[in-house]
């Protein structure tokens, strides 16, 4: 089968992460794969596992850019599916392909208020949709696109490899035994930055805080750094694709967020054996309940809270450490993650009687 991923970008995010695991299982499995994207560091690993890149910029470009990028996706060799992540990357792929070729949308999440539009693009181009969390598809459907279409598949995704503490510490210029808490986020205003570093201020003489990721709301950041007094403690690292070695440099991951679907931050911390703080919303209350310390969503003096019980009381990070790991092991197979994706693949184009996509797993 000829498989056609179609994604914005290729750089640190979520749903780059799920692009690539999948376009590189399927190679793995004989099938023909082609990526198109926009740049990105994950491009190498993917030509590595046999997935033919195309480079075909999706963010930001008017009109005449968009003419492009239908062109060029038109003068591909006709895929069998495609598999186009997010609504952006979904109508640009159903305005170029759709009808030659059914189109599946992986929806990663989106903002409640943006639903509407959500499920108003996907009903004009996508044939099926999967959503990551339960709450996605509640959304779309009380938007009006079709329940009967829509398949939930949570995330999941491979352990990182394990990086040693110390060494890591020390690359970073890191004291070994001050609690170090890590953000890796976009600066976006989902995420709230803001508050996060308005919170900082509680632990900031006895912790030092690591923001991991770039974005448009980088200047509003650092100028909260300033304004709250927090600069000694508080260190914007840039994007990043050392993850590995941040998390094993740090004590918890904190997630100040709005909003989510299922973030993969949350689940490669978990992995990795380190606890989590974040906000109590739809995306991670269903999945991670009691293994995950929430806070209130949007309030400062929640989150304060959150901070002071992470930073102080290494007993429960030890605790949440144990829980979330457990957690992820128990619920989030890889293995079952692809066979779902495959089996929606196959029915799709037709071809239910093809193999599996290299998961070693029988049902």
């Known amino acids: 089968m000829r498989i056609l991923t179609v994604i914005a970008e290729l750089g640190v995010g979520g749903a780059e992460t799920i692009a690539v695991a999948l376009a590189s299982a399927a190679a793995a499995d004989g099938h023909e794969v082609w990526v198109a994207s926009g740049p990105g560091h994950r491009i190498p690993a993917l030509e590595a596992a046999g997935v033919r890149h195309v480079p075909v910029p999706l963010v930001g470009r008017g009109p005449a850019g968009l003419a492009r990028s239908l062109r060029r996706l038109r003068s591909l060799p006709p895929p069998d599916?495609?598999?186009?992540?997010?609504p952006k990357a979904s109508l640009v792929a159903?305005?170029?392909?759709?009808?030659?070729?059914?189109?599946?949308?992986?929806?990663?999440?989106?903002?409640?208020?943006?639903?509407?539009?959500?499920?108003?693009?996907?009903?004009r181009v996508s044939d099926r949709v999967v959503v990551v969390s339960p709450h996605l598809g509640e959304a779309l459907a009380g938007e009006g696109y079709p329940g009967s279409r829509i398949d939930?598949?949570?995330?999941?995704?491979?352990?990182?490899?394990?990086?040693?503490?110390?060494?890591?510490?020390?690359?970073?210029?890191?004291?070994?035994?001050?609690?170090v808490g890590l953000c890796l986020a976009r600066m976006v205003p989902q995420k709230r930055h803001d508050l996060l570093v308005e919170a900082w201020p509680v632990v900031a003489d006895r912790a030092l805080l690591l923001l991991a990721g770039d974005g448009p709301r980088r200047g509003r950041v650092l100028a909260d750094i300033d304004r709250h007094g927090v600069g000694a403690s508080v260190h914007p690292l840039?994007?990043?694709?050392?993850?590995?070695?941040?998390?094993?440099?740090?004590?918890?991951?904190v997630l100040p967020t709005d909003w989510e679907g299922l973030p993969v931050a949350v689940l490669e911390a978990l992995a990795a054996g380190l606890p989590v703080l974040?906000?109590?919303?739809?995306?991670?209350?269903?999945?991670f309940g009691g293994a995950v310390r929430f806070v209130a969503?949007?309030?400062?003096?929640?989150?304060?809270?959150?901070?002071?019980?992470?930073?102080?009381?290494?007993?429960?990070?030890?605790?949440?450490?144990?829980?979330?790991?457990?957690?992820?092991?128990?619920?989030?197979s890889v293995a079952r993650m692809v066979a779902h994706y495959d089996d929606i693949y196959l029915r799709l184009a037709g071809r239910p009687g093809d193999r599996r996509m290299g998961t070693g797993v029988t049902r």
Do not use: C, K, W
């Not at 599916?81 to 997010?86: G, P, S, T």
């Not at 305005?95 to 949308?105: E, H, S």
């Not at 994007?239 to 070695?245: G, H, K, L, T, Y």
């Not at 974040?278 to 999945?287: D, I, N, P, Q, W």
């Open 152 to 179: 939930v598949v949570p995330t999941a995704l491979e352990p990182l490899p394990a990086y040693p503490r110390g060494r890591a510490r020390a690359e970073l210029g890191l004291p070994p035994d001050v609690p």
């Open 81 to 86: 599916l495609v598999h186009a992540h997010n």
């Open 297 to 332: 969503p949007g309030s400062v003096a929640a989150l304060a809270a959150g901070l002071v019980d992470l930073v102080d009381q290494e007993g429960l990070r030890a605790e949440l450490a144990r829980r979330g790991r457990a957690r992820v092991t128990s619920r989030f």
């Open 94 to 123: 159903g305005l170029a392909l759709g009808g030659r070729a059914p189109v599946l949308t992986t929806l990663h999440g989106v903002a409640g208020h943006d639903s509407r539009r959500a499920a108003r693009i996907l009903r």
């Open 278 to 287: 974040a906000s109590g919303v739809s995306g991670l209350v269903e999945h």
């Open 238 to 253: 840039g994007e990043r694709a050392d993850v590995p070695r941040l998390l094993a440099a740090s004590d918890f991951l």
